[in-house]
Nanobody
Framework: QVQLVESGGGLVQPGGSLRLSCATS????????MGWYRQAPGKQRELVSAIDHGSTNYAASVKGRFTISRDNAKNTVYLQMDSLKHEDTAVYYC???????????WGQGTQVTVSS
């Protein structure tokens, strides 16, 4: 079965860094667009960043601070988060979307808390 397992969340001070990982299994990783979403309390889930075979995109709020990357050999996608702010506090979810038929899968989420 398909599994997306996030790791790397935690508590960090403002200005700090975290690196999220999402290890996948059960999918042909290379044909999936991989994305990171987040959901803060009382807010809708929003796209943070996505990466397909050759391009990346970022929400305006994280551009210049976050970097998404993927390792097709390890079936893993990463989100390097630098210069973290209080408003980055949320549960971060990994998403895999099939580039051909739009089937998609979600991870269970990992909590990121930015606080002094």
């Amino acid at each position: 079965q398909v599994q997306l397992v996030e790791s790397g969340g935690g508590l960090v001070q403002p200005g700090g860094s975290l690196r999220l990982s999402c290890a996948t299994s059960g999918i042909i990783f290379s044909i999936y667009t991989m994305g990171w979403y987040r959901q803060a309390p009382g807010k809708q889930r929003e796209l943070v960043s996505a990466i397909d075979h050759g391009s990346t995109n970022y929400a305006a709020s994280v551009k210049g601070r976050f970097t998404i990357s993927r390792d097709n050999a390890k079936n893993t996608v990463y989100l390097q988060m630098d210069s973290l702010k209080h408003e980055d506090t949320a549960v971060y979810y990994c998403n895999a979307r099939n580039s051909y038929n739009d089937d998609q899968y979600w991870g269970q989420g990992t909590q990121v808390t930015v606080s002094s």
